[in-house]
């Protein structure tokens, strides 16, 4: 009874130690693999077994017979991902999961190992695929196992984590100009302009916007109450209604046709809107407008509130950011920036009367 190494063979005749655990209960030989050595320490399994007889003694533990392959696994956890957590952005975590899948779909989740989440990176970008991609698709996948880690099903380091995430420096600081506004809107169809105009004027997701139901929206209060399943933190949030949003929203009540959305799908009135990204860069292009995406509109949003004095905090709450330093990303005070530095152009001609007195003993 203990831990002991067995090796694995590859198609290629390579060889490669897994730790393994044996030990006896209710008459039972009980015999498991942890996980590859290098990764998985003999130090970590001798733990992984002692937690094993503790939880065993306890009647805590439910001996795992076969650790599922990330194939296997994979499925289970984007259909949790869908209907349990319902998270709004499943069907790109299933696309990462996909693609991950590509290369190890048959390994068995305490087979991959580092090395091949650095393989999988480099063969991504052989692939022609951006490091931002690749660091979005890597923090799907640590996830998965991390959740696959939780559930028990399988023991040892996240290799994902292990591996660590590419660093990415794509930091984009693109927003609409004043001057491009109106050629924009004139270039949208009607959907889409009362779209990009909430998302000036808010600073809303896409999501959050083309999701809206009617019965969000107070127009008396003058509030939009975003419910945690729409937002992306999860949690609740109430959007303020200008005066130019209520004129798009009894426009588009009165031409909602009865359906429960305020942009419905032209699939019917029970479905709303899931994307704009063709029509969006369709004006865009007419508009004579580059480099500007749907999103940009919300750092758009962030930028005028900021260069129009408003505190950042309050920002952040309107935004739905838990800190402000995520809200420093879309803030370009670009007016208070010149503005301090007229204040240091000026102080040495103004310093006499910035001075309370000429006697430092006066002070």
């Known amino acids: 009874m203990g831990v002991f190494k067995r090796?694995?063979?590859?198609?290629?005749?390579?060889?490669?130690p897994y730790w393994y655990y044996r030990l006896w209960h209710n008459g039972r030989e009980i015999k498991r693999s942890i996980g590859p050595a290098g990764p998985v320490t003999k130090t970590q399994a001798r733990a992984v077994l002692e937690e094993?007889?503790?939880?065993?003694?306890?009647?805590?533990?439910d001996i795992i017979d076969v650790i599922p392959t990330l194939g296997e696994f994979a499925e289970e956890y984007v259909a949790y991902q869908r209907d349990v957590k319902q998270i709004r952005s499943h069907s790109r975590t299933k696309e990462a999961v996909n693609h991950f899948k590509r290369f190890y779909v048959e390994k068995k989740l305490n087979e991959i190992t580092p090395e091949d989440v650095d393989i999988y990176k480099q063969r991504r970008l052989e692939e022609g695929v951006k490091l931002g991609t690749i660091k979005r698709e890597l923090n799907s996948i640590r996830h998965l196992f991390n959740q696959a880690r939780k559930w028990r099903r399988f023991y040892g380091d996240n290799p994902v984590s292990s591996s660590g995430m590419p660093e990415v420096n794509d930091l984009k600081e693109r927003i609409l100009s004043p001057e491009e506004e109106p050629k924009l809107l004139a270039a949208c169809p009607r959907h889409l302009r009362d779209a990009v105009i909430i998302a000036?004027?808010?600073g809303m997701r896409q999501g959050e916007i083309l999701?809206?139901?009617w019965e969000w929206i107070d127009l008396t209060l003058g509030l939009i109450s975003l419910p945690q399943t729409n937002t992306k933190a999860k949690k609740m949030r109430r959007v303020p209604i200008n005066s130019v949003i209520?004129?798009?929203?009894?426009?588009?009540?009165?031409?909602?046709?009865?359906?429960?959305?305020?942009?419905?799908?032209?699939k019917g009135i029970e479905h709303h809107l899931n994307w704009v990204k063709h029509s969006f860069r369709t004006a865009?292009?007419?508009a004579g407008i580059e480099g500007l995406r749907f999103h940009d509109l919300r750092h758009t949003a962030a930028t005028r509130m900021v260069e129009g004095g408003v505190p950042l905090h309050a920002v952040a709450k309107l935004l739905g950011h838990s800190t402000v330093r995520i809200t420093e990303r879309y803030s370009h005070p670009e007016q208070s920036v010149n503005e301090a530095v007229l204040?240091?152009?000026?102080?040495n001609t103004n310093r006499p009367e910035n001075r309370t007195s000429e006697n430092p003993e006066e002070v």
Do not use: I
Not at 7 to 16: I, L, N, Q
Not at 52 to 61: M, Q, S, V, Y
């Open 211 to 213: 999701g809206l139901k």
């Open 7 to 16: 090796y694995h063979e590859s198609k290629d005749g390579s060889k490669t």
């Open 284 to 286: 865009c292009k007419n």
């Open 343 to 347: 204040v240091l152009e000026k102080f």
């Open 52 to 61: 094993t007889k503790r939880r065993l003694r306890l009647g805590e533990f």
């Open 200 to 202: 000036l004027h808010t």
């Open 246 to 266: 209520r004129t798009v929203l009894l426009e588009r009540k009165l031409a909602s046709g009865g359906s429960d959305y305020v942009f419905p799908s032209p």
